[in-house]
């Protein structure tokens, strides 16, 4: 017995001819699909995706577990990661470390978790689509990327750490924080400034705390007439002086400059590092030096401007007389 298949043979014919009926199935290769069969082939499909979605129902449940279960250990990971570098390292970079971490292995479980959900899609699948994703945030989001990138640097450098009081790029002022994105410096009149990490990381940078001292200097003028060596040890005993002063390394005092009137003399000394402390010793020395001059009857004269009269200036006040 013979039979012609044509374009459509419905699902009942063929359940027919499974069944071991030899009917004879005869199916015209022009004849269009009735509204019957689009109806039961569309009811087939949609039978098809429900039958599939309850079969991979009890997947579904057990990666949306694993990504619930996932994300609370990443969370447990990071409190016990901050705590870990913070016995080590400051607290932005236990901080930033920890983020990251627990990031990167919360993005491990979710592959996971879709590889469980979806086992037709292959591990080598689900990294050349993450490389693509990768490239195109890259582009979006290069600004911000390039600030995370510098942050991570600055943390594992530490050129400086919280509570380091640092110049760069013309801003000044103690590290509160240092952050994925930014860091974070309280300026000296109380005002918080926000330098992106790239900016911080591109442009030199000068920690004034880097040590627990630094030194400070000013000018002192006397007079020509004075007696330079005798000069040279009241400033240097005043200096010793102060309280404020380090006796190690020694203060000094030399002569930088025969100026117009004065010869000129650098005061240098140590104090602490810190702003407020460079303040308060630079005012105690400028004090005490100068009471300790006049004491001592050191002459410090201003700048002396001279007035050459020339023959229109002697003119124009002879006219006016």
């Known amino acids: 017995m013979r039979f012609r298949f044509g374009r459509l043979v419905s699902r009942r014919s063929l359940k027919s001819l499974s069944r071991g009926h030899c009917e004879r199935v005869i199916v015209r290769t022009n004849e269009q699909p009735t509204t019957e069969e689009v109806t039961e ?113 600055l943390l594992f450098r530490q050129p400086f750490v919280a509570g380091d009081q640092i110049s760069v790029d ?59 060596d005798e000069v040279k040890e009241i400033i240097e005993d005043a200096l010793r002086s102060v309280e404020e002063i380090r006796i190690e390394p020694a203060p000094t005092a030399l002569v930088s400059e025969l100026n117009t009137s004065t010869v000129d003399f650098v005061a240098r000394f140590w104090v602490d590092s810190t702003q407020a402390d460079a303040v308060v010793g630079l005012d105690a020395a400028i004090r005490c030096v100068k009471a300790r001059l006049v004491a001592e009857g050191i002459e410090m004269p201003s700048s002396i401007v001279m007035l050459d009269a020339h023959d229109g200036f002697r003119r124009a006040m002879h006219d006016r007389d």
């Open 41 to 153: 082939e569309i009811s087939d499909s949609a039978n098809s995706l429900v039958d599939s979605f309850g079969a991979a129902l009890p997947r579904i449940g057990v990666a949306v577990g694993i990504v619930v279960i996932g994300w609370i250990a990443t969370r447990l990971l990071r409190v016990g990661l901050r705590r870990l570098f913070m016995r080590r390292n400051g607290p932005s970079f236990s901080g930033v470390m920890s983020k990251l971490v627990s990031w990167v292995l919360l993005g491990v479980i979710v592959g996971a978790a879709l590889a469980i959900t979806f086992p037709s899609v292959k591990p080598v699948d689900l990294l050349a689509g993450l490389g693509f994703f990768s490239v195109a945030v890259g582009f979006a989001f290069q600004d911000i990327l390039e600030n995370t990138l510098s942050g991570v640097l």
């Open 170 to 228: 013309g801003n000044e002022g103690t590290v509160e924080a240092i952050t994925i994105r930014e860091t974070q410096i309280r300026q000296y009149d109380g005002q918080l400034l926000v330098v992106p990490n790239r900016d911080v990381y591109k442009n030199a940078i000068r920690v004034q705390t880097s040590r627990s001292d630094r030194r400070v200097e000013f000018t002192i003028g006397v007079d020509y007439d004075e007696h330079l």
